[in-house]
């Protein structure tokens, strides 16, 4: 899948640079032709000639170093890339991305390339949680940058939590499913959905108690992330808003990363004017601490209260907004799902309602599979067995794209 893709490395200043040696030697085992940008402070942690054995090709990091005279180095290495990530990516690199800083190599060619972007975060767990950096990543991911999240465990800092690079044989994997979803959406699959406006949500909602403590859900966001590979496959036209989520959606999706119900709701309502279909497959808390403390609470006593407030309920606003939009809820249930997706269907104003029973094997959160049932105003419209959750998902847009009159221009 990745013999001969051009794919643009970038690699930043931190301590996870001495994974890109492994990251570039794996990518060249792959087939990959790989070109390396370093920043100067990168060079602080390994060597360009390290990165030039590995991949067979000249490292760049000084924007002025022209080695061929009939190009500029910092477009050519642009229009070439298939593919640029940025790995180790900085709090530093991320800020220039969002605010299109263009003061070295690396920098320039990232405001110069039109092909998809990847980055693998890497820092420590107080600056990836930090504000400015949250909302830097949300700008970026808003216009299609697609993040390969950070896992947890001991950093070089010697603090514990979020922030080490993803492995690079997680990385080159994400890649390879990259490139096998967009050959995948070049095949001759019906694009029912050509020239739709689709909005899928998706993974469960992050609602602040304070800077470390919040409350969730088990959503994974497998299921939402499935919609909207096939509403891509299907020729649609997909924006993913996306709040806590275990799977990396296709670089070639635009995503709006979100975190709070309210986040959400704000995002979706943004786009909701201009969507043909409406998705929301994303598992919103109910309740949000009435007031989030800004500072770590500290333990006292043997009990705690908290006071909880209903958060906004994003279907039912846009179903009092519906107009011409085709909307689609999810109702994750355990017992009596019929009834109450029925229920939720008709209060909400919903045009189908897609049912689960998430205590049943093979249908519960985080797996990779579900087992659905799909209601309209009339009662079921189609009982599905066990599937993965790829094939819910095209059946479910087979389903829409018959109702709404397929593709129109």
Known sequence: MLNGKKIVLGVTGGIAAYKSATLVSKLVQKGADVHVIMTASAQQFITELTLQSLSKNPVYSDTFDEREPSVVSHINLADLADLVIVAPATANMIAKMAHGLADDML????????????????????MYQHPAVIENMRILSSRGVSFIEPGEGLLACGYVGKGRMEEPESIVQIIEQFFSEAT?????????????????????????????RYITNDSSGKMGVAIAKAARDMGAEVVLVAGHIDVTPPADIHVVQVQSAQEMYDAVLELWEDSDIVIKAAAVADYRPRKASDRKMKKSGDTMSLELVKTVDILEQLGLRKKSQFLIGFAAETNNMETYAREKLARKNCD?????????????????????QIYDALGLVEQLPMLSKEEVAHRLLTITAARIGGAHS
């Open 184 to 212: 995948s959406a070049t095949s001759n699959k019906p694009r029912l959905l050509e020239g739709r406006k689709i909005v899928v949500t998706a993974g469960g909602t992050i609602e602040r108690i304070d800077p470390v």
């Open 107 to 126: 920098s320039t060619t990232l405001l110069a390339t039109t092909a998809p972007i990847m980055v693998a975060p890497a820092m420590n767990v107080h």
């Open 352 to 372: 189908l309602m897609v049912a689960n029973d998430v205590t049943s094997e093979g249908a519960g959160f985080r797996s990779e599979t579900n087992i659905v």
